[in-house]
């Protein structure tokens, strides 16, 4: 039976022995004990504070079996949760990986899964600490990541104040391009570099745990729903309204992807979701301790928090728009992303 | 539109305002930060260990629409993690519940279901803290609770020695019979009696902390498979076999529902699962602290940790036969429970 049928004992010990890894010592000594008991026990640092996260990873919803490897899904699942540690301003320690699978995805596509999971583990030192595993007929990820902030150094989506200039890290609209181009799976001539972003998202970490250290950022958040859905939700919980200026919006390139798709690439940046980027409030009198770029990551002033309660868009004729929430809601949606 | 169609923000809502109750300031002083950001912070005791531990809980493997009440799946959901929290001899301080339902879930179900979990965490004192929801068109739940144990004193499943006394709490069994007799839907005369194990366990947290705290227990685990698939999990964790005596294992009565069942007591005990009763060893030095009942519950010698890997079962007549793992392995069985 054992060698055909596979029990969750057996799962188990695949999922710990593919998942092992070299982790940096912060990561290895801040976890007592690992898979193989009732619960994980991990130490914190002292002074620190527990970062807690966890993020639906699902067949049908999140990716789709005909369209992406399941390298992707394993790296894709640990990096999208990785990037909520980032907007606190934390560094990652360990997660716990809720897995659920018909027998028939227990060979290869569980194989190259947990390759990708693998290399999103040891790229972020984030090691692999417990979890749970059942059978069902989709495949079902719910990721839980552990991280650390110095007490008193997260930075909170509450903390904008009127004046503050909005910032983002990146290129907005990158990974929805990605998306559209795997959905008429054409791959285009440059399609692995475009649906990089897509597949095999990077969490803002370093970014993060910078501006969260330095206490330059005054709130911060991830842009997973899109800017357009996502900057709504910076304002409420900080209690002030925003101004964006259409013309600085970091957009995907005029380049051949988004003109052959009938693309516009704004539309992509305000309402795309899955970038993964920061966006993050300064404010005016540290904006000059922000650099053009950040290890390579460009950084954008796109804007201003303002009073009240109002997100409007500028146009470059100095005319104004509302700006309206377009992005991801999964209640309000159907699309695989 | 907000009105008749909920989006996600309206949800996480709901959840917060439903499930916000008065918590013991041990739970609320160690969340510094709960629902609404990107990710919730949280305080451990110096000195402590945080304990982690996922669990799933997934309509049609672990509850049936039909037959189980919003109310159970609401409560059992956080009642099996907390099990986990119970079995390293822990104490729970917060959760994180990732759920994902379909649209017609979120009215009736949806407030059934939150008021069973408010009931289940302000009895076992442990808060939400954050998570993730999303549509789906089965109701997905994932638990993760994060509990602390003082370091050094969380107990493992790797502990048990030869010679040392195996226990169990409870009696065990009683939770498969509830499931049964929901199955065949008869509400039996007792049904609810015997439903409600089944129903709404208990985890048996303070017995867990006591064991540990006293350094009463050489090992521990929780019985959520059945008690012929976990012990050998905790003897494959010590390296160990072990001689259980069929007579002293702690059954349900011989009463009119197994009878009417045709269902046997120690096929019950054995191999049912869903009872999260505690299994501990004790050195025999130690059994003298170990009493009858602890706050009500039955606590009862069952075998002995024995050198070598064989499991066996000792007969009244002095025979013995191997133990035969029969419990619940969601890669072989399809039961709902």
């Not at 894709?76 to 301003?89: E, H, I």
């Not at 902030?149 to 904008?160: E, M, N, Q, T």
């Not at 330059?216 to 939700?233: Q, Y």
């Not at 009198?285 to 053009?292: D, G, Q």
Request: aromatic residues 6%; positive net charge.
């Amino acid at each position: 039976m054992r060698n055909t049928v596979p029990n969750e004992d057996f799962i188990l010990a695949q999922i710990a022995k593919r998942t092992s890894a070299s982790h940096a010592p912060s990561s290895t000594q801040s976890l007592a004990l690992g898979i193989g008991d009732d619960a994980a026990l991990f130490r914190p640092k002292p002074g620190n504070e527990v970062i807690l996260t966890s993020d639906w990873f699902l067949e049908g919803t999140h990716f789709l079996m005909k369209k992406h490897p399941p390298e992707s899904a394993g790296w894709k699942c640990l990096a999208r949760a990785l990037s909520d540690v980032a907007a606190m301003g934390g560094s990652p320690r360990c997660f716990l990986l809720s897995l659920a699978l018909p027998l028939s995805r227990t060979g290869l596509w569980l194989h190259g899964f947990l390759s990708g999971l693998r290399r999103a583990s040891v790229k972020f030192n984030c090691i692999l600490a417990g979890g749970d595993t059942t059978r069902q007929e989709q495949i079902l990820i719910s990721i839980t990541v552990i991280g650390e902030v110095r007490k008193g150094d997260a930075v909170l989506r509450s903390g904008a104040r009127p004046g503050n200039i909005i910032y983002v890290s990146g290129r907005l609209g990158e990974a929805e391009l990605g998306l559209r181009i795997l959905q008429r799976s054409g791959r285009l001539a440059a399609g692995d570099a475009l649906l990089r972003k897509h597949l095999y998202p990077e969490p803002r970490l370093a970014l993060g745990s910078w501006l969260a250290e330095k206490r330059i950022a005054s709130s911060m958040m991830d842009i997973s729903d899109g800017l357009s859905s996502d900057l709504p939700r910076l304002c409420a919980a900080s209690g002030v309204g925003a101004r964006l200026e259409w013309q600085r919006i970091p957009c995907v390139h005029h380049s051949i992807a988004p003109r052959a798709l009938s693309l516009d690439p704004l539309q992509l940046a305000l309402h795309g979701g899955d970038d993964y980027e920061l966006l993050f409030t300064v404010s005016p009198r540290s904006t000059h301790r922000i650099p053009k770029s950040f290890h390579g990551l460009r950084l954008t002033a796109i804007g201003e928090i303002t009073r009240g309660h109002k997100l409007q868009l500028l146009r470059k004729d100095g005319s104004e728009q509302p700006l309206v929430a377009g992005g991801w809601d999964p209640f309000r949606s159907s699309k695989a992303r």
